[in-house]
């Protein structure tokens, strides 16, 4: 069973382009949710979506940061109109539906704004 | 979610049993102590969950007060891949509707040959 997958692994943007990353959770977890890690500080929570539906966005940045899991396919956190700021590693993390609670997560997406 | 308390580093023998402790005073009767860590640069690795009673696996041992006003991770055995930052979270499940974690800033363990 393959772990959570995100792509790209790296990701260099300039200042006002967009950033797409993408995550396939693992085979059966219809729960994901989004962190963000800005360099030498903590994991911060972004979004968490089910199929179709954000649960919870109570960490997403107001403008330009949109997230989404449509019923095929894979996640997508999408970044518009990128600055230096957004320069951070983005982790995917998933659960399963129900049962167990814990979230495995992806190796993450390394985003550098030039 | 309440919040948790860890100290900031440790460092630990190869070989010799890590315990990592964690401070969550305000726990109410429904969260779940987890603990994940993250080596460098990856993704966090889920290690253990409990919500009363002592739990253990593959990877470790969690030890939770009576009172669940703390928690202590064990590793048995601590080799140098156990170097990582480690973090102590309370949650509610799942259930709840409100899935995300909370990460502090966690106890860094470097283990030592």
């Known amino acids: 069973n393959a772990g959570v997958m995100q792509n790209p692994r790296h990701l260099v943007r300039r200042r006002g382009q967009e950033a797409r990353l993408r995550c396939s959770p693992m085979?059966?977890?219809?729960?994901v949710y989004w962190y963000r890690q800005l360099p030498e500080e903590g994991l911060k929570f972004m979004v968490y979506?089910?199929?179709?539906?954000?649960?919870?966005e109570s960490g997403m940045p107001k403008e330009r940061f949109s997230a989404e899991f449509p019923k095929e396919g894979p996640s997508i956190l999408r970044i518009q109109q990128v600055v230096r700021g957004d320069s951070a590693a983005y982790f995917c993390?998933?659960?399963?539906?129900?049962?167990?609670?814990?979230?495995?997560f992806g190796p993450g997406t390394r985003l550098t704004v030039l | 979610d309440a919040k948790t308390t860890q100290p900031p580093s440790m460092d630990c023998a190869e070989g010799r049993a890590a315990n990592l402790p964690c401070n969550h005073s305000t726990i109410s009767g429904n969260e779940y102590v987890y603990w994940y860590r993250q080596i460098h640069s990856q993704g966090p690795q889920y290690i253990i969950h409990?919500?009363?009673n002592n739990e253990t696996n593959e990877m470790a041992s969690l030890i939770i007060t009576e009172d669940r006003k703390s928690s202590t991770l064990i590793l048995p055995h601590a080799t140098l891949r156990d170097t990582a930052v480690y973090y102590c979270?309370?949650?509610?499940?799942?259930?709840?509707?409100?899935?995300?974690?909370?990460f502090g800033q966690g106890t860094t363990l470097q283990v030592k040959p």
């Open positions: 409990g919500l009363k």
């Open positions: 979506l089910q199929k179709e539906n954000i649960i919870d």
């Open positions: 979270i309370v949650r509610l499940p799942l259930s709840s509707n409100t899935g995300k974690l909370i």
């Open positions: 993390a998933s659960s399963p539906r129900s049962g167990k609670n814990e979230q495995f």
């Open positions: 085979k059966g977890h219809s729960h």
